[in-house]
């Protein structure tokens, strides 16, 4: 199989560790990787700010980029589920009607396709750490991912995964949300990194590096004993 890789704004700029080691986990699957180097932002941060012309711009771009029929692969639930769901506002019945609905059934988050298109989830990995599982509130209420993250967690030689208590709540990034309403993202926060604390976990794992940079701007400010990382780079691990 071969398939175009989306490479989203905070793993390019932020974490790119996380692109390269999605690269890692699919060819250990045998999966062929294509890499568009034109592609930019998806423009979800855009649309979720109202600004829908810009949103729809990066959009038709986006649609540009991934213009063939192969699947996509991102380690995203947020920036997928987006152009999944929300696409439609903006492309429904216009030029791009039919370009849009082909990229929507071809994209995938990476769990998704690793457990649901592949039928893998044991890639041979080893994570010596317990850890704890974020769902990001695209990924479980919009995307609809719960099992499948876990399910490739409990096959990664060593991990020791434990739940800690309100998993769906959201963490408080939300986006802009974090920045207009501070002291409400900085409580939600709060609780969501004193829950993953409380199970006595080294890590928080999670599908959305958003959700996790955000965790750790406050773990890093109160110099709290636990880390971050994604899913991919814990797949990533050992092989």
Same mark, same amino acid.
């Given at each position: 199989? &071969?398939? #175009? ?9 932020? /974490?790119?560790?996380?692109?390269? %080691? ?13 890499? %568009?180097?034109?592609?930019?932002? *998806?423009?979800?941060?855009?649309? %979720?700010? +109202? ?7 990066? @959009? ?7 213009? %063939?029929?192969?699947?996509?692969? @991102?380690?995203?639930?947020? *920036?997928? #589920?987006?152009?999944? $769901?929300? /696409?439609?506002?903006?492309?429904? $019945? ?23 298109? =592949? ?8 994570? &010596?750490?317990?850890?704890? /599982? ?23 030689? +060593?991990? &020791? ?12 990034? !939300? +986006? ?21 604390? #409380?199970? !006595? ?9 958003? *959700? =996790?940079?955000?965790? /750790? @701007? ?16 814990? =797949?990533?691990?050992?092989?």
């Amino acid at each position: 199989m &071969e398939v #175009d890789i989306f490479i989203p704004c905070f793993i390019d700029q932020v /974490y790119p560790q996380t692109g390269f %080691n999605m690269v890692k986990v699919l060819e250990k699957a045998g999966v062929k990787v294509h890499y %568009n180097t034109n592609q930019t932002c *998806c423009g979800q941060f855009a649309f %979720n700010s +109202g600004y829908w012309d810009e949103a729809k711009k990066l @959009g038709t771009k986006f649609i540009k980029d991934f213009s %063939n029929n192969r699947p996509i692969v @991102g380690p995203s639930a947020s *920036c997928i #589920d987006y152009i999944k $769901n929300f /696409y439609d506002e903006l492309f429904y $019945n216009s030029a791009y009607h039919n370009d849009y609905k082909q990229l929507q059934r071809n994209i995938f988050e990476i769990t998704d396709f690793l457990v649901n298109v =592949l039928k893998i989830d044991d890639f041979g990995s080893v994570f &010596e750490h317990k850890v704890t /599982y974020h769902d990001s509130c695209a990924a479980l209420r919009e995307y609809g991912l719960q099992n499948e993250p876990r399910q490739l967690l409990k096959n990664v030689k +060593g991990l &020791e995964l434990v739940e800690m208590k309100d998993t769906d709540v959201c963490c408080g990034f !939300g +986006g802009t949300f974090s920045v207009k309403f501070e002291p409400i993202s900085t409580a939600m926060a709060q609780q969501k990194v004193q829950n993953a604390l #409380d199970t !006595g976990a080294e890590y928080i794992v999670s599908t959305d590096s958003s *959700c =996790l940079m955000h965790q /750790y @701007g406050y773990i890093k400010k109160h110099n709290l004993p636990i880390q971050i990382a994604h899913i991919v780079d814990v =797949l990533a691990s050992g092989i």
